[in-house]
């Protein structure tokens, strides 16, 4: 990583995205109205066909982009919903057609009005794109790589430096503002500390998850339903689940979770026998008889973090983590590209209040990573909270843990005839409503819990 002093100057000229990712892309997205230009440099070619990226080992698990996240997606492409549908994207019935099994039991199936859109990873990455490049002030570097950064005088971003594949001299593009989004695997901590900042804190969860994926050819009876099943183990006892969407191309994505040593096999039959072993008691039968399109493929991932950049009492003016770069979450709860979704809206929010306050980018630098931490903040914790049911799982339990799982179980039990509190459960997993909802008096009451 290079460091540089260039002259300062602060004006809305060409905002640089690193990384073309999801959060990426919705970050490009957010502030291209306010700046002339806005360049998005990408390691990866980008690929012509539908199929994963390379720089995204995750990619062929299954990805779903929950309610909250759709909303903020359309907030800054408007005609997503349109052109995903178009494109093949599921379109799923939240409160009847997803089947969920958690706390020992299927949920109740109810209408809550609401839907949400079930794809590949690679299709809504394409949607987001093709969305973005019609934009006429935002440009694409691909197959180059991050190379450091230029800082002005007082400490501010001046511009970023890439190397393109084969070449051996640094190009320089000029920023008024640099968005980290190279996911889990940014440099950013270590730069920081590398160069004066100041160690970044870490909260980490060790949730040891592992999934194995496979595609299926919908039987004819799901062709016209495309459902979805999510299979939540119950813990402490059990550590096996499953997650399965209809997907573009009349096909389901079945995800197999193991976690905490017990992982699925690699192999066709293994998952079959697997699969018997999930509870809900549906899957095996409803995969048994399904062509396999795709052989399983594997993904692990051991832990979940957060970086405490709200807690550092300096950083370089400009310089904005994004998605993953902040947070990692259990990918069981669906909440990773909903979290950079949030993020690419609340850097949009701060540009158009952006105050004149004679102090270049720093407030506003200041004001987006108090906000983007307060959303990570949240939801991973809650994640952490549903993890820590697993005596195994490695981290910082907080003081109030065996309160929020007597709700979360409570909730549960009472959400099979309490309609209401079933609506707003579903409503708080597709972040709609805070988690604060389901602690509300008469909901504690009912529940036998001392508010």
């Known amino acids: 990583m290079q460091w540089r002093v260039t002259e300062g100057r602060v004006n809305n000229e060409q905002i640089i995205v690193l990384g073309a990712g999801i959060g990426g892309l919705l970050a490009a997205g957010a502030v291209a109205p306010f700046f002339e230009r806005v360049v998005v440099i990408e390691k990866d070619l980008l690929p012509d066909e539908l199929r994963p990226r390379k720089g995204v080992p995750q990619g062929p698990q299954v990805h779903a982009i929950i309610k909250r996240g759709e909303n903020a997606i359309t907030g800054i492409f408007p005609n997503f919903p349109d052109r995903l549908a178009a494109a093949g994207g599921a379109i799923v019935d939240v409160g009847r057609g997803l089947h969920v099994f958690e706390g020992g039991g299927w949920h109740p199936r109810r209408d809550v009005g609401l839907t949400m859109f079930t794809q590949t990873r690679a ?210 709860f669906a909440q990773g590209m909903t979290i950079a979704a949030l993020h690419a809206e609340i850097l949009r929010d701060c540009l158009n209040d952006r105050p004149d306050s004679g102090d270049g980018w720093a407030s506003l630098s200041r004001h987006y990573i108090t906000e983007a931490l307060a959303v990570s903040k949240a939801a991973w914790q809650g994640a952490a909270n549903a993890d820590f049911v697993y005596p195994e799982t490695e981290g910082q339990r907080p003081p109030d843990l065996a309160e929020q799982q007597k709700i979360r179980h409570a909730v549960r039990e009472l959400m099979e005839t309490d309609a209401l509190l079933h609506r707003d459960a579903i409503h708080v997993q597709q972040m709609l409503l805070p988690s604060e909802i389901l602690a509300r008096p008469e909901v504690l009451k009912k529940a036998g819990i001392p508010s």
Request: with cysteine.
């Open 123 to 332: 299709l809504l990455e394409q949607v987001i794109r093709d969305c973005l490049t019609r934009l006429g002030n935002v440009t694409l570097k691909t197959d180059c790589r991050f190379a450091g950064l230029d800082f002005s005088d007082q400490g501010a971003v001046s511009a970023v430096r890439i190397k393109a594949e084969g070449s051996k001299e640094d190009s320089v593009i000029p920023a008024d503002l640099v968005v980290d989004a190279m996911g889990r695997g940014s440099p950013l901590p270590m730069w920081l500390e590398n160069h004066g900042y100041g160690s970044l804190r870490q909260s980490r969860t060790g949730i040891d998850v592992h999934y194995v994926t496979l595609h299926l050819q919908r039987p004819e009876a799901y062709k016209d339903a495309p459902n979805g099943w999510i299979i939540r183990p119950t813990g402490p006892t059990h550590k096996r689940g499953a997650t399965m969407i209809a997907i573009e191309g009349q096909r389901w994505l079945l995800t197999l979770v193991g976690r905490l040593g017990d992982t699925p096999p690699l192999d066709v039959e293994g998952c079959l026998e697997y699969a018997k072993t999930v509870e809900g008691g549906v899957l095996y039968d409803l995969i048994r008889d399904a062509e396999i399109l795709m052989q399983p493929r594997r993904f692990k991932i051991p832990e979940a973090l957060l970086k405490h950049f709200d807690e550092m009492e300096s950083l370089p003016t400009g310089l904005l983590p994004l998605g993953d770069v902040i947070g990692t979450f259990n990918p069981l």
